[in-house]
């Protein structure tokens, strides 16, 4: 980010706890590589218009503006790994979907497979409302932008089967968070991970274990992920468990004007991999270490004892 952002962020980050957020790969706890071109092989995204279902943009290299009214009040960003749909006046995306695309990375065992059901922002009364969306495509890369009165929003996401390949990106003239609120699909679930939970403290290749939660499904032995905050702090949902009230089939969470709530799918998300910088300029989605730390992967399937519950908050958030 450059001009305002920036200024945003330098006023904002003292006020902000920087949560952990840990990238790579991996099912054992040897160093690994990081998920290579190989899980983006013939990728490329679209925007489609709803409902319609035109395209509208697509192409290698593309920077350009689109008319809002041309995608429509929800438009579809549609890769050959990776499907969202966008809601245009605030940014919340809905049914984020791998397609289960043959890939040598592929970890839904060639299943269409939800992974989350949405993912909204309150903007507590702010709406998006320029009349044009920026959009940046390169290659298997997304970005796009809109503003509105006090208001930005960034989405940027990678066209891959696995490997840090998504982040949402809030910025707000008043400098206060937003809260952002994680769904999962009706058959993932948070867990966990006894991996990492029986070895907490260890210090592998130079990182100190800590606990991880991870997402998982019932039917892909490879399908796990994580949510990957940055400059961002979880909300105490009051689903109360051994994790610390983490809920089993949502997470809340308020990320700082400037910081940036992400998603690490595969191997990458079962790395011990040091605390993220604190980046809030020209963040990249990927954020990947590069295969230098230890990676312990995950049981699958997982054990009952060790998937988050309750579900869902018993009451509102205060």
Known sequence: ????????WGRARGAVLLAAI????????????????????GSGFALVSLPTEATVLSGEK??????????????????????????????????????????PRDITGGRRTEVFAEKTPDHRGLSLTSPTISVRLDREKIEITRTGPGLKMKIQSKDCAQGGIFQM????????????????????????NPRFGERVDQVLNGVTVNPRVNFGN????????RDS????????????????????????????SGGRMG????????????????????????????????????????????????????????
């Open 62 to 103: 593309v920077r350009r503006t689109v008319p809002a009214a041309s995608l429509g009040e929800r438009f579809l960003v549609k890769g050959k790994y990776v499907e969202f749909t966008v809601v245009a006046d605030t940014f919340a995306v809905e049914d984020w979907t791998l397609t289960g695309a043959a890939s």
């Open 263 to 318: 998603q690490v799918m595969g191997e990458d998300a079962v790395e011990v991999a040091p605390p993220s910088t604190e980046c809030t300029e020209n963040c990249q989605a990927q954020n990947q270490v590069r295969g230098r730390f230890a990676v312990l992967g995950f049981p699958f399937p997982v054990p009952l004892d060790v998937r988050l519950t309750p579900r869902v908050p018993p009451g509102p958030i205060a």
């Open 22 to 41: 840990a990238t790579a790969i991996g099912a054992s706890a040897q160093p690994a590589a990081a998920a290579s071109s190989k899980a983006c092989q």
């Open 169 to 192: 990106e809030p910025e707000r003239d008043d400098l206060t968070a937003t809260r952002i609120k994680h769904v999962l699909a009706a058959e993932a679930f948070y867990f966990d």
């Open 229 to 256: 905050p940055q400059v961002a702090d979880r909300v105490d949902q009051g689903c109360a468990n051994a994790f610390g009230s983490h809920c089993g089939g949502e997470s809340l969470w308020d990320v700082a």
């Open 1 to 8: 980010m450059t001009g305002q952002p920036r200024r945003i």
């Open 218 to 225: 019932e039917y892909s032995s490879d399908f796990v992920g």
